[in-house]
């Protein structure tokens, strides 16, 4: 039986908005899948596109899907995302602007970086025929870039509930809902734990990208449009204060801040209260892990000096340890 869905013309909001009405209601445990829009609303569709002039504060970029309601989900739970598949469109962009990126303003060092930029990726299959195993090639139409491919390592970049009170912007909202965290981890595989603000979770999602190195550097990485599946599951009366992300192999803690310091401190301070309070770890132990175990890792998912946009940095221990 077909899998029920929210259509890419449901998944053009620009708002995590709680008012807005559910676009699917789903059971715990079925499978739906939210198809999603690239970043930039489908406006650059070839090597010469360009992103579209902001008309609004925050700018019309970044749309997800949704809201989805999951019956049984109750203000208080934890919601479970489980992220079952992700199948990406035929290719992907990256872009850099003016006065956003690793590189702003004129670029002095590098002329050619101060000039607004897109560049086509496309996506290749692999021995499977399909893009599953697919590859990103760098230079399909730009003959002077090195002939360089690389595997697709596709994630969502954006997923929340509905914020509490507020209405948070689909690109520069971030926070204990979720939000526009680009981060690499949440991809298949993943179950990704969310605090529900509403009855029924209401869950929104887009901005997948085909792959992404650390930091996301200048703000773009391989946008593409994308189908995901998920299902969920439930933690009853649960609070928790900011995403986390259980791997099959490891726990993950997600905090979006400024300044970045800031942010990797909080995201290891709830790993431990994870540690302590779910998995019966002392505090004691859990504080040597995050200084002592070398399997312990901080990744910096997003830096992107992009105005109001936080970093976003998980703490990550391998379950082994628990």
């Known amino acids: 039986m077909a899998l029920r869905r929210v259509t890419r013309d449901r998944a053009t909001f620009f708002e995590l908005d709680s008012r807005i009405p559910p676009a699917l209601a789903v059971q715990l445990g079925e499978s739906f899948i939210i ?19 902001p008309t609004r504060t925050p700018p019309e970029l970044n749309p997800v899907g949704g809201p ?53 990726v496309k996506h290749v299959p692999g021995s499977s025929g399909t893009l599953a195993d697919g590859k990103a090639m760098l230079n399909e139409f730009q003959s002077d870039f090195r002939k360089v491919a690389w595997d697709l390592a596709p994630f969502v970049g954006t997923i929340a509930t509905a914020p509490d009170r507020e209405v948070a912007s689909s690109i520069a909202g971030q926070g204990p809902y979720g ?23 209401l869950l929104f999602s887009g901005d ?41 192999f490891s726990l993950v803690s997600v905090y979006s801040a400024k300044p970045l310091e800031e942010a990797a401190r909080r995201a290891v301070l709830d ?43 998980g703490a990550e221990l391998p379950k082994k340890y628990l």
């Open 35 to 53: 198809e999603s829009n690239d970043a930039a609303n489908g406006s650059i569709s070839g090597p010469e596109g360009r992103l579209p002039g």
């Open 68 to 120: 989805v309601f999951v019956e049984g989900v109750s203000r208080g739970d934890v919601l479970v995302v489980n992220v079952e598949h992700i199948a990406v469109g035929e290719w992907g962009f990256t872009c850099w602007g003016d006065n956003a990126g690793g590189v702003c303003g004129p670029a002095t060092l590098w002329p050619e970086l101060g000039s607004p930029y897109s560049h086509i």
């Open 179 to 201: 939000g526009n965290l680009d981060c690499r981890d949440i991809k298949v595989g993943t179950k990704v734990y969310l605090p529900v603000f509403h009855d029924g979770g």
């Open 208 to 248: 997948v990208h085909a792959s992404q190195g650390d930091t996301e550097f200048y703000g773009w990485a391989d946008e593409c449009s994308a189908d995901v599946t998920y299902s969920c599951e439930v933690v009853r009366g649960k609070v928790i204060n900011n995403p986390r992300l259980e791997k099959p």
């Open 271 to 313: 790993l431990m209260d994870w540690m302590i309070s779910d998995y019966e770890m002392s505090p004691k132990e859990a504080y040597i892990h995050v200084c002592c175990n070398p399997d312990f890792r901080v990744n910096i998912y997003q830096m992107v000096h992009m105005g109001a946009l936080d970093f976003t940095v």
